[in-house]
């Protein structure tokens, strides 16, 4: 009888940080939503909850998914090297003993948490350096200072746990996120219209967007703009207009790749839809520095979870069946967890901008972990197991 899990699973990157992330998100979403219900007290030390959950759904759920995504698409495009065998190995233990670490701080000694936590960062930075400095493509190396800012957030954020110094930690986690966001729109940004360009010219409805430079570097500026604005500590009207910024370029940029005459293609819409989010995040972002209207920290449901979790399960979906040798046909359980993660989306931000309460907050959770569960449930025999062979 042939190992259910075979050398398979440490063939792409994306198999086994899929697979882990995939069936970490429900884990950490119970963990924190019983927590935040009152129901048990987390081994959170002195920590403030919400900064332990912000912590553990970037550097450690998320971190998981975008290596994932990142380093299966940079042999393809960039005609890297697959990471795979023991380095791949390497790199998932160094995850794992992240959330290890990161779950027993408060029994370890003071710097261990803290050391383990950040090695991943810098251990794929390490690996892909060389690769990326003999691409053709110059632009992948912008991967590098990406990676170098999720390893100083990470840095940062401990070095606040310690010094007790809690703004520090926020600082930390903004620097994180916006860091993500920036990867989102270079990554998405260019596979979005390349993906659509495809399939409007497949089905006789036109051709892709043409690239224009000017609007990618406008786009990705604003957001770094608005990065730095809010770091810095700048007036609200300085923070509140780079957002508006944000939110007019890449309504534009979005608009320009002609996503609707694509809707009736599952792995598309959800991608279009999150730049939907994307463009929303920014808009409520503006309101809530130039209003104060609505509480700011909207715009980072609106993203956390509307655009981040879309774009994920799209190209998550993509991914699998494409890396595994399946056909492109989204299965039935995946729309249902693409439809999931945007009804999570609208209760999330109709809770915070609306002050639904902790009802509201606990079912949008829970969708939102339904729907990498129904991704897990899916994928996990096809993410261990051996491709399908492919039809002729």
Known sequence: MKPLISNSLWSSAFRPFYFLGALYAPLLVAAWLGAFLGLWNLPSGDVPLQFRHGHEFIFGFSAAIIIGIVLTALPSWAGTEEIRGSRLVLLVALWLAGRMAFWAAPWLPPLVQPVVDCLLFPA????????????????????????????????????????????????????????VVVLYVLKGGVLAPIFTGNALREKGRGDQAPFNMKLEIAAVGAVLLLAVAELAGAPATWVGASALACAVLHAWRTAR??????????????????????VLAFALKAIAELTGVIPEIAWVHAFTVG??????????????????????????????????????????????????????????????????MLYFIVFWKALVTPSAPRKA
């Open 257 to 278: 790749w002609k996503g609707w005459r694509v809707a009736d293609v599952p792995l598309l819409l959800v991608m279009h839809l999150g730049f939907g989010w994307l």
């Open 124 to 179: 794929v930075f390490v690996m892909v350096t060389p690769q990326l400095l003999r691409a053709r493509n110059r632009l992948y190396l912008l991967l590098l200072p990406i990676l170098l800012a999720l390893f100083a957030a990470n840095l940062i954020y401990h070095h606040g746990v310690v010094t007790e110094n809690y703004t520090e930690v926020w600082r930390a986690l903004r620097l994180a996120l916006y860091t």
């Open 307 to 372: 655009s981040l979790g879309l774009m994920m399960l799209g190209l998550m979906t993509r991914v699998s069946l494409r890396h595994t040798g399946r056909p492109l046909v989204v299965p039935l359980a995946m729309r249902s967890a693409y439809v999931l993660m945007f009804i999570a989306a609208l209760l999330r931000l109709a809770a915070t901008v609306l002050g639904l309460g902790s009802g509201v907050v606990a079912l949008a959770a829970g969708f939102w972990a339904a729907a990498f």
